[in-house]
């Protein structure tokens, strides 16, 4: 079944219907089998199945059961008419998603905004999810070329350090729902906070440097308050990637002896889709250069 947050992330303004999990699971089969699709098209696919997977655990769907049905899954031949046109519409749905210049991908409570390359010069996101609750973004931002993981925030009384804590997959493979299915508050009565790991499954990425405060300013969401931040490593992106999307990663701002002043959470949602999107638009832009290039070369009368 396709649920609501799976077809926001495939539809966006694409008007041809989603195709269903049991379709999707086909096609992914008959890839692997013909080599239908371009390495961006299959990883995108990827993420559709993890947003279905996903959302049928969230329907109440055992992960044993789902593991024995994806692995049931027939691999059609390579001329099958549907096989076909299932390609030939998750391609057309990839397509419509990456002409978008700001397409918004949203997940059950908050949503990964992916932005166009920043102006030459300035600072700016290009994946950026806000709280709403809090003057806080958190992202992938990119200046004079390079790109960092950041946390971007307004507060009168800037926090010393900050640190990026969610599941580690190498201690506890899959999430637990902390809520025992609503029986108790989620942890700090944040709803994102409900599906993630137990203390001892966690891992942390402290940040490696601070944003200047002009990037700050461009980064963190207007207000009233002095804006201040944080980049982390790189790694801490791999390690968001690994999450499932009914996940919820928290940043905790300490104070200098360490103890925890305030945590703001950030739903994993459809992030590997906006890593996507923002590598495809680079990739397009690249190529849109390319070509300006090469026409301007050949109209050159001089060459």
Same mark, same amino acid.
């Given at each position: 079944m396709i649920t609501p947050a799976l077809a926001a992330l495939l539809l966006a303004s694409t008007p041809a219907p989603p195709a269903d999990h049991g379709a999707l699971l086909r096609l992914r089969a008959g890839?692997?089998?013909c080599a239908l699709?371009? &390495?961006?098209?299959?990883?995108?696919? $990827?993420?559709?199945?993890a947003q279905a997977r996903d959302d049928a655990v969230m329907a109440g *769907?055992?992960?044993?059961?789902?593991?024995?049905?994806?692995?049931a899954v027939p691999s059609p031949a390579c001329s099958d008419d549907a096989l076909i046109a299932s390609a030939?519409?998750?391609?057309?749905?990839? $397509?419509?998603? *990456?002409?978008?210049?700001?397409?918004?991908?949203?997940?059950?409570?908050q949503a990964w905004d992916v932005r166009p390359p920043a102006p030459a010069g300035r600072p700016g996101w290009r994946i950026a999810q806000s709280p709403a609750s809090q003057p806080a973004a958190f992202g992938l931002y990119e200046a004079h070329g390079a790109r960092a993981p950041a946390l971007a925030l307004r507060a009168d009384t800037p926090a010393p350090h900050v640190v990026l804590v969610m599941r580690d997959p190498a201690r506890q493979p899959a &999430?637990?729902?902390?809520?025992?299915?609503?029986?108790? &508050? *989620? &942890?700090?009565?944040?709803p994102l906070s409900a599906w993630g790991a137990y203390a001892g499954g966690e891992q942390r990425f402290m940040a490696n440097a601070r944003l200047a405060p002009e990037t700050a300013e461009h980064l963190a969401p207007a207000g009233g308050a002095p804006a201040y931040g944080f980049t982390f490593p790189d790694e801490a992106l791999n390690a968001l990637s690994a999450l499932t999307p009914r996940e919820g990663v928290r940043i905790d701002l300490l104070r200098a002896d360490g103890r925890v002043m305030q945590s703001v959470w950030i739903e994993v949602g459809a992030w590997r889709a906006a890593l996507l999107l923002a590598s495809e638009a680079d990739v397009?832009?690249? $190529?849109?250069?390319?070509? *300006?290039?090469?026409?301007?070369a050949a109209s050159d009368p001089s060459r």
């Amino acid at each position: 079944m396709i649920t609501p947050a799976l077809a926001a992330l495939l539809l966006a303004s694409t008007p041809a219907p989603p195709a269903d999990h049991g379709a999707l699971l086909r096609l992914r089969a008959g890839d692997a089998a013909c080599a239908l699709l371009t &390495p961006v098209e299959r990883s995108f696919l $990827d993420v559709v199945l993890a947003q279905a997977r996903d959302d049928a655990v969230m329907a109440g *769907a055992n992960e044993a059961m789902l593991d024995r049905y994806e692995q049931a899954v027939p691999s059609p031949a390579c001329s099958d008419d549907a096989l076909i046109a299932s390609a030939q519409a998750h391609r057309a749905r990839l $397509d419509a998603l *990456a002409e978008l210049t700001r397409p918004l991908l949203p997940g059950r409570r908050q949503a990964w905004d992916v932005r166009p390359p920043a102006p030459a010069g300035r600072p700016g996101w290009r994946i950026a999810q806000s709280p709403a609750s809090q003057p806080a973004a958190f992202g992938l931002y990119e200046a004079h070329g390079a790109r960092a993981p950041a946390l971007a925030l307004r507060a009168d009384t800037p926090a010393p350090h900050v640190v990026l804590v969610m599941r580690d997959p190498a201690r506890q493979p899959a &999430p637990v729902d902390r809520t025992l299915g609503g029986l108790r &508050p *989620a &942890p700090g009565a944040d709803p994102l906070s409900a599906w993630g790991a137990y203390a001892g499954g966690e891992q942390r990425f402290m940040a490696n440097a601070r944003l200047a405060p002009e990037t700050a300013e461009h980064l963190a969401p207007a207000g009233g308050a002095p804006a201040y931040g944080f980049t982390f490593p790189d790694e801490a992106l791999n390690a968001l990637s690994a999450l499932t999307p009914r996940e919820g990663v928290r940043i905790d701002l300490l104070r200098a002896d360490g103890r925890v002043m305030q945590s703001v959470w950030i739903e994993v949602g459809a992030w590997r889709a906006a890593l996507l999107l923002a590598s495809e638009a680079d990739v397009r832009a690249a $190529d849109a250069r390319a070509a *300006a290039q090469a026409l301007a070369a050949a109209s050159d009368p001089s060459r």
